[in-house]
Every structure is written in C-alpha cells, then in structure tokens.
C-alpha cells in the first residue's frame, strides 16, 4: 500500500494536488478538513464545536481529531490501493498517534510530502480562493492566524517524519502539473 502524508501551508495547493494523486494512484482520500466541514454543514455537536476553533484559524484539538481518524481508519478497507492524508496530521502528537495507529494495523504511513510556497503567494491565492470558496475561514484575519499556527504547530511534523526517514520536500511554486511532476517522481521512486 502507499499511504502518504500530504502537508504544506494552507494555501500550498495539497487539496488540489491530492485530487490528482488520488486519480493517477487510486488513494483513498483523507481529509480531516472536509470531514469537519461536513460536520458543520450538518450542524452536528462535533460540528458546532469545530466550527468554534476553524473560524477563529485555530487548530481543533488534538484529541478531537485523533478520534476521529482512528474511527474513521477502522471502516477504510485494509485491501485499497493506499490512503492519502491530506491536513493531517498538523500536529506531532496528530503524527505520533498516526504512526502507532498504521503500525499497529499493519499499514505503515510510506512517506510525508510537504509542498513548500512562500508566504507572500499563500496569501494571494487565499483571498483569490476566498473570492469563490464560500470558506468562512478564507479572509484576511483568518489566514494570517492559520499561517502562523502552520509555522507553530504544524511545521515541526516536518522534523518528526524526516527522524523516520519518510520526509520529502517539494517545491510548491509552478503551474499544475508542473508541481505535479515533481510529485509523481517522489512517489514512483517511493513504489519502486
Ligand atoms: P483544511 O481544509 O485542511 O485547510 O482545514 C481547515 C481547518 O480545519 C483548519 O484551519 C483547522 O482549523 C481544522 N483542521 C483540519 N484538519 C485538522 C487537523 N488535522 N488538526 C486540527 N485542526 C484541523
């Protein structure tokens, strides 16, 4: 299986390049962000909680999210081609309990892929994206919280996955299929 870890800056254009991986390699996609915004849309508890969190740019709790994951993982088939984790983990306690999670089912995280865009093009292409999202996370306020919080909390998971020798970075800047290049050359190395 090819379980990868898709990670990089809000912004950075994981959601986009995730939808092509998942089409060229057949991943199962996970995305711990869709997940609570579906919660929200449905007005559920967890959602209404969550949504406290999102529209402040803050992080959902670690608890929260590894609880989800771990639910959500026992009813993904252990026979699919391989899982994508796309915002997840953004934590190195997210990180860790992934780790012990894929290990313990037998299907180990293969690799982490960071795409990495400055921070002066992450802004542009939030608030061009927030023109049409309908995110209410996507303004001004929120996305240099989000971006901060990235730098804080989320870009040492970088260090914990390059300690298991499964970190590569890419660079984030170019067209589509440009970053999508690079990308394929990561993973069919990472099949070999
Ligand atoms: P995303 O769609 O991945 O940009 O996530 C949107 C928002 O959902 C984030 O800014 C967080 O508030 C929350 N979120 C998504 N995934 C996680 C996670 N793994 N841990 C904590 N919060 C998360």
């Given at each position: 299986m090819l379980n990868l870890v898709i990670s990089g800056a809000p912004g950075c254009g994981k959601g986009t390049q995730s939808a092509l991986i998942i089409e060229k390699y057949h991943l199962i996609h996970f995305s711990t962000g869709e997940l609570l915004r579906t919660e929200i849309n449905l007005g559920t508890p967890l959602g209404i909680e969550a949504g406290e969190y999102i529209n402040k740019g803050n992080l959902v709790p670690d608890e929260m999210i590894i609880d989800i994951i771990t639910n959500a993982i026992h009813n993904l088939c252990k026979t699919c081609p391989g899982i994508i984790f796309d915002g997840f983990p953004r934590t190195v306690e997210q990180a860790e309990a992934l780790e012990k999670l894929m290990n313990g089912l037998g299907i180990p995280v293969s690799a982490m892929i960071e795409l990495k865009v400055p921070d002066r093009d992450l802004m542009n292409r939030l608030l061009i994206r927030g023109e049409t999202s309908g995110r209410t996370d996507d303004n001004l306020e929120t996305i240099k919280k989000r971006l901060d919080v990235f730098k804080s909390k989320t870009a040492p998971v970088t260090d914990y996955y390059s300690s298991l020798d499964k970190y590569h970075s890419i660079?984030?800047?170019?067209t589509l299929d440009e970053v999508f290049e690079r990308i394929c050359d990561v993973l069919d190395t990472e099949m070999l």
């Open positions: 660079d984030g800047v170019g």
